[in-house]
């Protein structure tokens, strides 16, 4: 016989057991038009629904039976889901039996859905809605973040809403990808309300609004740090400058990718990616505008920056392993970093520095409104969807409009310091003017002399080193033939020129010449006949070089510019000889000890085109010596005023002739300084001497 305490079990068990039951089956969960008055949402997440792993589409019938499966909310699979979601392995079914009141009926509601992975929703065995794809195969992942669905009961009474969920990436909840995607807070479970459907527009309409809005911020931010980095990079010393601009960077890639995060439906993987960057980015942004304060208001960065910067990238890795998330790393750094920023702040206000009580509004803004938005999504705090929003904008606008009107402060008050310098500078330069006027007509006098002096003597030394320089580098050696040369410029340059030429067939080819004028005219005339001696040298004719260079000179139109010649070709022992307006050379003949002149009569090169020049062949033996001068030594002037004469060179020559070539043109330039005592050399002086060897030594010589 049962015990009194069985007997009263069981009738309490019997009274009670109806409403169990009922509860069990989802038939107290009553949907009335008075839970969805105004813009209140019926959060169906929040009730009791049955729960069981794995797949069969029979679970989806309206009238199967779901008694022997678990009660479950989503704030259990929430709080604890591997213990929640027993026998899970990334599949389960949810069913919920809704009682629908007669008011609802054949009224379109709106159901909205937020999960990870995919699902397939079902009312009374019908597929209503799917977000993803759920095959054998593998899911594709869709998160419908709060997607509408229509949904409209044709009748009262009990309704059966039976959910497929897919969550694969998170199969095993204890290890692996799944149990990293729970500690990221990326849950399986899912989020399902219904409303009614005449907000469910205006919604979409907020949301789309929201994304422009953030557009606008990025563009907003993007512009303002192109325009800073810019101006770092035409201003390197301004390094705030550089820093400012990485923290409006971060700025606008944070609302970038938090208008991903609202407005794509990633997978959990790619949500988590996502939301690692913007973390990272909004990291860079605000150990930026710690950088940007400590170079504005500090002058550099202290080392507790550098502790704080290795703080964050430590942070950014624990975040990104999922380690220690409970441990809110992301809140500290940021308080702490926010902190200082305000720390920088005091002190530039008690230094009282310009202009620093702006940007410490805007950080003191910035700070309060983190304080805020943290609050408002913990939940510690409960305020309209529109003041949060208003709490964001002005929070993320606060430093970069603070920094905008520091800016637009300092550039007003620069110009108007400029300006006050500019009058004052004025002023001073009117009562020197006058004074200065003319100090300077003076001074402009004298320099006008000194200029014009100092051009002359520039032109001069000008035309000296261009003479200079189109003289050979040395003489050529020749086994049959000692050469030296020798020209000393007067002050006044007179543009004598020598120059020397070996043939491939071993003819040398020698000229010395006398341009007429002076100074940078007469270096011009040396130069083009230089160039025109170069390109002609090879012809054999003297008399054609000559023809064709004056037709040359005469062709540049240098204006009563001309160039006497001597030139001689020697190959072995036979001498040909041409002049064009040049003093007669000087030959010594060893064998007779005479020395003959050899003058042709012509005019300088550059005055007729066609003037019929004419040469001589003449025949050299052993010890014969050829000199060849310009007028400059014949024409030379003693103290008394009288030249020195041509003859004066031949017997110079007599008498030096055993002597090599330099040792002649020694003797030369003796008697030439001299003759003139202490009067200035009037023209340039110029010789080359040619001897020929004795044939035993031009073969030592060759040898």
């Known amino acids: ?30 949907l009335s038009a008075d839970k969805l008055a105004g813009e209140k949402a019926f959060e169906l997440d929040k009730l009791g629904w049955k729960y069981h792993a794995g797949d069969d589409p029979r679970w989806a019938a309206a009238d199967f039976d779901d008694s022997g499966w678990k009660n479950l909310t989503n704030d259990e699979i929430n709080a604890n889901p591997s213990e929640a979601l027993e026998g899970w392995d990334g599949r389960a079914w949810f069913r919920l039996r809704l009682r629908v009141d007669e008011q609802l009926v054949n009224r379109p509601l709106s159901f909205r859905m937020w999960h990870w992975g995919a699902s397939e929703v079902y009312v009374d065995g019908e597929l209503i809605q799917s977000y993803g794809t759920i095959t054998p195969d593998g899911d594709v992942e869709f998160n419908p973040r709060g997607l509408f669905f229509p949904v409209v009961f044709k009748q009262g009474g009990t309704h059966t809403i039976a959910v497929r969920y897919s969550f694969k990436a998170a199969r095993d909840l204890k290890s692996g990808t799944g149990l990293w995607l729970v500690r990221g807070r990326y849950l399986p479970g899912f989020l ?14 907020n949301r789309l609004r929201e994304a422009r809005l953030f557009y606008i911020f990025i563009g ?143 950080v003191v803004t910035l700070a309060v409104g983190v304080g805020l938005n943290v609050a408002i999504e913990r939940d510690l705090i409960d305020v309209p969807a529109w003041a949060y929003n208003l709490n964001l904008y002005f929070t993320v606008l606060s430093v970069p409009l603070a920094v905008s009107i520091y800016l637009a402060r300092n550039f007003a008050r620069t110009n108007r310091h400029l300006e006050e310098q500019l009058a004052q500078v004025q002023e001073l330069s009117a009562r020197q003017l006058e004074h200065e006027r003319t100090e300077a007509e003076l001074r402009l006098a004298h320099e006008r002399t000194r200029a014009e002096n100092e051009r002359r003597a520039r032109e001069l030394e000008e035309a000296r080193q261009l003479q200079l320089s189109m003289l050979p580098a040395r003489v050529p050696q020749l086994p049959n033939l000692e050469i030296a040369a020798y020209m000393k410029p007067a002050t006044e340059v007179g543009g004598d020129y020598y120059d020397f030429h070996i043939g491939d067939d071993g003819t040398l080819t020698v000229a010395v010449g006398d341009a007429t004028g002076h100074g940078l005219k007469a270096g011009t005339m040396v130069t083009a006949t230089k160039s025109l001696f170069n390109n002609l040298a090879d012809e054999p004719d003297i008399t054609t070089i000559f023809r064709q260079t004056s037709r040359a000179l005469k ?28 003093p007669a050379a000087l030959i010594y003949r060893a064998q007779t000890k005479l020395v003959e002149e050899i003058s042709i009569k012509a005019l300088p090169l550059g005055s007729i085109a066609n003037f019929p020049y004419r040469q001589q062949e003449i025949s050299l033996s052993a010890g014969d010596t050829v000199v060849m001068l310009s007028d400059g030594f014949p024409e030379m002037f003693n103290e008394a005023g009288e030249t020195l004469g041509f003859d004066k060179a031949g017997v110079i020559l007599m008498e030096a002739a055993e002597h090599p070539p330099q040792e002649i043109i020694n003797r030369l330039i003796r008697v030439g300084e001299s003759w003139a005592g202490n009067h200035p050399q009037d023209d340039d002086v110029t010789f080359v001497v040619l001897k020929v060897k004795a044939e035993e030594d031009g073969k030592s010589n060759g040898s």
Request: hydrophobic share 60%.
């Open 555 to 582: 062709q540049m139109n240098l204006r009563g510019l001309f160039m006497a010649m001597t030139m001689l070709k020697i190959k072995s022992n036979n001498l040909q000889i041409s002049s064009a307006g040049m």
């Open 192 to 205: 399902l309300r219904v409303e009614k459907i005449e907000g469910a527009p205006l919604r979409l309409e």
């Open 220 to 362: 907003l931010f993007l512009s303002l740090a192109l325009v800073h980095f810019l101006l770092y990079v035409f201003y390197r010393r301004a390094l705030s400058n550089l820093f400012y601009s990485f923290f409006v960077t971060g700025l606008a890639l944070t609302f970038l990718f938090q208008g991903f995060a609202n407005a794509e439906h990633f997978s959990a993987t790619l949500a988590y990616v996502n939301d690692t960057v913007r973390l990272s980015v909004q990291s860079l942004a605000v150990i930026s505008l710690l950088a940007f304060l400590y170079i504005e208001f500090a002058g550099r960065v202290s080392r507790f920056f550098w502790v704080l910067l290795g703080l964050w990238l430590a942070q950014l890795v624990v975040d990104a392993l999922q380690v220690w998330r409970e441990a809110q790393f992301t809140l500290v750094m940021l308080t702490v970093t926010l902190a200082d920023c305000v720390r920088i702040m005091v002190l530039a206000l008690l230094r009282r520095r310009e202009g620093a009580w702006i940007i410490a509004a805007g």
């Open 1 to 30: 016989m049962p015990s009194t305490k069985t007997i009263v079990l069981l009738f309490v068990v019997a009274l009670f057991y109806p409403v169990i039951t009922g509860a069990q089956n989802g038939e107290d969960f009553i």
